[in-house]
Each structure stands twice: as C-alpha cells, then as structure tokens.
C-alpha cells in the first residue's frame, strides 16, 4: 500500500522533464516534510515498468 507521502514524491518524479534530472534532496525540499532518505524509499517502491521516471532522480554527488 503507498503512503499519501510517497503519492506526493511519487508526483512530483513524474513531472521532471525528459533529459533533465533530480537529487533525492531535491525532491524531498519540493515536497515538504520528508528527508532525502524518504524519497529513495519511495523510488525503490516504483514499479519498473510504471509510467513514473524513477532514473532521473541522482545522488547529489552525480549532480555537482
């Protein structure tokens, strides 16, 4: 069962655009009230052959 939390990130990976990309920290201060680590919970709960983009989402290290 998805969280109402994990909905909202699980929305918000769906709105990056094709051929840009995200950090897990980015994700987590557009959404409010959840951490980084959250949102790699989340992504890992994606299904791989759902509609949402779960490969833009980066380690902030890969984003320097």
Do not use: F, H
């Amino acid at each position: 069962m998805k969280t109402p939390i994990y909905q909202i990130i699980n929305r918000m990976i769906s709105l990056i655009p094709l051929g840009k990309d995200a950090t897990y920290v980015q994700i987590s201060k557009i959404v409010g009230g959840c951490r980084a680590r959250m949102v790699g919970y989340a992504t890992s709960a994606i299904l791989q052959d759902s509609y949402i983009p779960w490969q833009r989402i980066i380690n902030y290290k890969l984003g320097e």
